[in-house]
């Protein structure tokens, strides 16, 4: 017993630092130096969905995020939590929506845009 408890300890302590691993950075090349840009975290609850219209304003592509519908030890996600999650990534990537949301048995996955700054 005490055996399969020190196996989950360190099975935790493996897994743990893995599970939220997410880059706010993104490269640019100038003058053959690469640099990571560090894009301003938003706040998750105004990333918007747009499943079926397209976006209004111009925008710029930031990446893609792709979550699984199932958790580490194989149980189902509900709906609002993979939203949810999805969010929390195009968020701290700096962006403002989500599009182009596909999706299938194991997992849902979404093009993370952010809206241009129009100057007038």
Known sequence: MRTLYLLAIIYIALILPLAGCTTTTQPVTSN????????????????????????????????KTIVSKYNLVGIKRQEATIRDLMRQQAASLGGDALINVKHNDQWIRATVIAYKKILV
């Open 32 to 63: 053959n130096t690469t640099v990571y840009k560090q894009h301003a975290n938003k706040d998750p609850v105004n990333i918007n969905f747009l499943n079926a219209e397209a976006p209004t304003r111009p925008y710029k592509i930031l990446g």
